[in-house]
């Protein structure tokens, strides 16, 4: 089974542009590739840029029956590398390089050197070459009339029947380029594998016009793209939600079901229009920027502003298919907000305005928004906010049961990072610290706010605070105790630093040492004491006179510098 953090084969973050003829300018492989990330990792952040256009090669060759005569990639090449400022340049070359004729020495030697000049000027602009194979040709699936051997005239049109044949001495040139470039990517071979598949069951089966896949041929793309950027040949294991073993290549590769049409018309529209939109945009600012045409930026700015939007109602939309959460959006401080429900449970999700490396989360156990000046300041620096509602239960084991459904999912369908930094304000400190104790594996950091960690100071009452008589009541009863038993009660986070100690929690602690509703004492010194005698990793801050209320710092820098150097 592949797991979700995985290695991938390119860099988490990177930019990614297509090079390519009509089959990439179409482009929909690259669309399903991209999506597939979106529900595979949906915290990964890339930006894929299609540049394919129509008619183009790579060996500056063309038909004489061709007008205009075929386009080559060096006449935009330059402005396309400056345009894209691409990590990596995945290149699709070689249907229309070899101009339908049969195979010839001249045109093969052009082709190789029209490839070798492709993929140095990309290593000179700083980016990583991948290359694809080019694709298959079905002399079946032509339309018109082939062109046999001794014909006078061979083109598109009327190509030479055997080019296929052609295309086998291209593709295994390509293959030999392993060595010299980031990775060679075969679709050939699944491609061809699924055509003879489809023709053993279906003898009348055509592939699109012969030259130019259709759905089916750009899903296969599609999966042999995706399984080599996550480096395996197989990814039947990653729970995918629909088994297209009819159009399994080679490698067993499976899709989700709205990845299809007819598995979900509403996505598949989106994901199109969104492609078409952003590879037009990306084509016609290539062909612009050269020519003093100042609304070319402003154009292509419009277009990828539109297909992030359009990518936001797409994820939505996976989001649900893959996990069932109903969505509700709303603007929160500027911010874009998610509420939704985990099982019974309300929840909500800030999503910053660009996400920082990781996707790191604050994760709020109680008290959302109360005195969040630390809340803020992560936000703006790219840290989603998160809560869940599990009020009233004064961290007793079942709540921290629902709050670890709620980071398993909720970090699954977000694409948060495996690790949150908990905020426990007041009586939410019974939530972040027994949840560290009970998860520690899924805690970054801690920061205690006034924080209770001991029951029986706080709702009990037993030492110096105030207490709250009925909270107690229903307190013992969450944990399932008597009166009588609370006094030897050892379930409280005070019992438990050792634990979390033992897996270097880093904390910071914020308390007033005037507290009357959660003694310091009684609770945040203790902690104190006993984390620095254990070895662990503790910042505390105490407010001389400062009662259980103002929570938190007026200024907010030593909380957030604090967490921000946990976070990796």
């Known amino acids: 089974m592949i797991a979700a953090n995985e290695p991938m084969m390119i860099k988490e973050g990177s930019r990614i542009a297509f090079l390519g003829d009509s089959i990439t300018e179409n482009g929909l492989y690259i669309a399903i590739a991209e999506a597939f990330f979106w529900h595979y990792k949906p915290g990964i952040q890339m930006t894929w840029m299609n540049m394919g256009l129509s ?18 990639i060096q006449q ?95 593709v295994e040139w390509v293959k030999g380029l392993q060595e010299e470039v980031h990775t060679v990517i075969d679709i050939y071979t699944p491609l061809r594998a699924f055509l003879e598949q489809q023709r053993a069951l279906n003898p009348g089966y055509r592939w699109g016009d012969g030259i130019h896949p259709e759905a089916d041929g750009h899903r296969i793309m599609a999966q042999t793209l995706i399984a080599k950027l996550l480096q395996t040949n197989d990814m039947k294991d990653l729970n995918d939600t629909h088994d297209m073993s009819d159009m399994n290549g080679m490698n067993g590769i499976s899709l989700p079901a709205y990845f299809l049409e007819s598995g979900s018309p509403d996505i598949y529209a989106k994901l199109l229009k969104r492609h078409e939109g952003l590879s037009a945009a990306w084509r016609e600012h290539i062909a612009q920027v050269n020519q003093g045409k100042e609304e070319a930026q402003e154009q292509l700015s419009s277009a990828l502003q539109h297909g992030a939007s359009l990518e936001q109602e797409i994820r939505e939309l996976i989001l649900q298919a893959d996990h069932g959460i109903q969505i509700r959006k709303s603007v929160w401080n500027g911010y874009l907000r998610y509420d939704f429900h985990i099982g019974d449970h309300e929840a909500l999700l800030i999503v910053p305005k660009e996400a920082a490396p990781g996707r790191p989360w604050v994760w709020r156990t109680e008290f959302f928004d109360a005195f969040a ?62 949840y560290a104790a009970t998860y520690p594996q899924q805690v970054a950091a801690l920061y205690l706010d006034a924080p209770v960690l001991d029951i029986r100071s706080w709702p009990g009452g037993k030492g110096s605070g105030i207490g709250s008589p009925a909270e107690w009541i229903d307190c013992m009863a969450h944990y399932c105790i008597t009166e009588e038993q609370a006094a030897g009660f050892k379930g409280n986070p005070l019992d438990q630093i050792e634990r979390v100690a033992a897996h270097h929690i880093p ?47 007026e200024d907010p820098t030593p909380i957030v510098d604090f967490i921000l150097s946990k976070h990796v």
């Open 55 to 72: 008619g183009e090669t790579a060996s500056g060759l063309s038909e004489p029956s061709h007008s205009p005569p075929r386009p080559c």
């Open 76 to 170: 935009r090449l330059e402005r396309a590398l400056e345009s894209a400022k691409a990590d990596y340049v995945m290149v699709c070359y070689g249907m229309n390089d070899g101009i339908y004729h049969p195979f010839a020495e001249d045109r093969f030697a052009a082709y190789c050197s029209g490839m070798k000049e492709l993929i140095g000027q990309i290593h000179a602009s700083g980016a990583r070459a991948i290359v694809m194979t080019p694709p298959i040709f079905d002399e079946k699936s032509i339309p018109g009339k082939l062109s046999t051997i001794d014909a006078e005239e061979f083109g598109y049109a009327e190509p030479y029947e055997g080019y296929n044949q052609v295309l086998d001495r291209y």
């Open 373 to 434: 000046q630390a809340d803020h300041a992560l936000l703006a620096k790219g840290w989603h906010l998160a809560y869940y509602q599990v009020s009233d239960r004064y961290g007793c084991p079942e709540s921290i049961e629902l709050m670890h459904t709620f980071q398993q999912q909720a970090g699954a369908a977000f694409g948060l990072a495996e690790q949150a930094a908990l905020f426990g304000f007041s009586r939410g400190g019974l939530y972040a610290f027994n």
């Open 507 to 553: 904390i910071i602690l914020v308390s007033g040492d005037a507290d009357q509703v959660v003694p310091y004492t009684e609770n945040g010194a203790i902690l104190d004491t006993v984390y620095r005698e254990l070895g662990g990793e503790i910042e505390t801050i105490v407010k001389p006179g400062v009662d259980h209320h103002p929570h938190s710092l």
